[in-house]
């Protein structure tokens, strides 16, 4: 289903944290570095993620406050949020956990997947499209591309 244009930006970080799930699961398979694959968690986090969250949390979470939409599935996303940031802050002090590495690959693809087959469809049934339009207006284009970081280590 293609998203609506005032929600692409995000469809389009979407396909970059499938992108990043994607490489760890390599790097994984091939058995990379754990700090290495920490690395670029922390990176990606800076550099996309953490603006992402932001985005969704305080720019479509809020206009969909007083729609009909079923808040536990808004109760799971910021679940899933804060599960997230909790992988990125133990990264940041134990970047050899290859368990949290692990964790966080299988949990971003999960979380990726589910805002784009539930949560996304479901919003932009409720949401107008005026509102569309100014949530679209508060949004950024996707950051870096995870494939420029520096070491490929999933190659």
Known sequence: MKRHEQLQPL????????????LL?????????????AAFIVDFWNKDLNEHFESEEEVLIPALI???LDKNLTEQLLKEH?????????????????LTIKAFQE??????R???KIYFP????????????KI???LKEEGENCMNYSVKFWE
Do not use: C, P, W
Request: glycine content about 6%.
């Open 66 to 68: 007083n729609t009909s």
């Open 114 to 116: 589910f805002e784009e």
């Open 25 to 37: 699961k390599k790097g994984i398979a091939k058995s990379a570095a754990a700090n290495v694959m």
């Open 11 to 22: 469809s389009r970080q979407h396909h970059n944290g499938l992108l990043a799930a994607l």
């Open 136 to 138: 679209g207006g508060q």
């Open 82 to 98: 804060a599960l997230i940031r909790s992988y990125i802050n133990s990264l940041k002090s134990e970047a050899d956990d290859l």
């Open 122 to 133: 479901e919003a932009e049934k409720l949401l107008s499209e005026e509102q569309l339009q």
């Open 107 to 112: 949990l971003l693809e999960k979380h990726i």
